[in-house]
């Protein structure tokens, strides 16, 4: 380890988490201090408008360990986890939700298995409580629907809650696309990987950042960044129909030559189009969402911006975001 480098960073990105602040840091610190290594806890306000800045400013104060990226405005969840590794200093990095719905506690066998020679390890949800049935088995439709589609083996059951060693992390450093699913980008960058069972609990207070709207973009996101097979189903759809249609014209043909009366009339002529509009409508959907993030790709802007970053020294170098020079009087 470098000299006056932490040997494990958590990165909990912070979004109006108010009443979990002191209580998130008061359980990291007893774990870390348990484990007897030197540690950092990394806290990413992603635009907070609640007092959660002002408590961070204060357990900063209070325990210099604790450090903070400031983003100039809310930039998402994903880019909050990227701007965690990006700043963190650890040999090993830890990113946990702030809401304590993943128990720091956890973290003490997630450094055993690093210690035994994984660099990436993940935890899987045995139990997920306080859930709505509708949740559990949206998230687990989902798990594996982007199994069957995707070229990456992600686990089942598994969130963003994980450990990765300083060499994940510097390999991840290097993946700089704008529509993160880091969950994915953790399997796809490889290393030697185990995953660990825990029970994951209740929010401790507050809301969920992550309504239905937010979850549903979240799994395009992560089916799009590594799958192409929806561009596949259009073409096979427009291959489908193309055969139906062509069925239609020969079975309508041989009616009419025969005097029957089943097709006269617009009624099936107007169900026809409207079906096929119908199609062509999903289609150019479908190839819009991958060409908005071609779009969003080549503009190259910074994936977040940083107001301020509190408690690093010297700065970290990163390249691809916009940071300004830390104010001496923060550290």
């Not at 399997?187 to 401790?204: L, S």
């Amino acid at each position: 380890m470098t000299a006056n480098r932490p040997v494990i960073s958590i990165v909990a990105p912070v979004y109006n988490e108010e009443p979990i602040l002191h209580e998130l840091y008061c359980r990291i610190s007893a774990t870390m201090d348990g484990l007897g290594e030197s540690w950092e806890l990394v806290l990413i306000n992603d635009g907070s408008f609640d007092r959660s800045l002002e408590i961070m400013r204060e357990l900063h104060a209070a325990d210099g360990r604790v450090r903070i990226v400031n983003f100039s405005r809310n930039f998402g969840h994903q880019l909050a986890i990227t701007a965690g590794l990006d700043y963190a200093q650890g040999d090993a990095v830890v990113i946990i939700d702030a809401d304590l719905q993943d128990p720091p506690s956890v973290i003490a066998e997630m450094v055993k298995k690093w210690r035994e020679g994984y660099e990436v390890v993940y935890a899987v949800r045995s139990q997920r409580k306080g859930e709505t049935w509708f949740k559990l088995f949206t998230a687990s439709l989902f798990y594996r629907l982007i199994n069957g589609i995707t070229g990456v083996n992600i686990p089942v059951d598994t969130g963003d809650f994980r450990l990765l060693d300083r060499r994940a992390v510097l390999a991840l450093r290097t993946v700089r696309e704008h529509h993160r699913f880091m969950r994915g980008l953790a399997v796809w960058i490889g290393f030697k990987q185990i995953g660990i069972e825990y029970v994951r609990e209740e929010r401790f207070a507050g809301e969920t950042k992550y309504p239905f709207r937010k979850m549903l973009r979240f799994a395009l996101d992560g089916i799009t960044s590594f799958s192409h097979l929806p561009l596949q189903l259009a073409t096979y759809l427009g291959f489908i129909i193309a055969g139906f249609s062509v069925l239609g014209i020969l079975i309508t043909i041989i009616l009419r030559l025969s005097g029957s009366q089943a097709f006269y009339g617009q009624a099936s002529t107007l169900v026809a189009v409207l079906f096929i509009g119908g199609i062509q409508l999903i289609s150019l959907g479908i190839v819009g969402e991958y060409l908005g993030r071609i779009y969003n790709e080549v503009k190259a802007r910074p994936l977040y911006i940083v107001r301020d970053a509190i408690g690093f020294e010297p700065q970290p170098q990163i390249v691809g975001i916009v940071q300004p020079e830390i104010d001496p009087s923060l550290r």
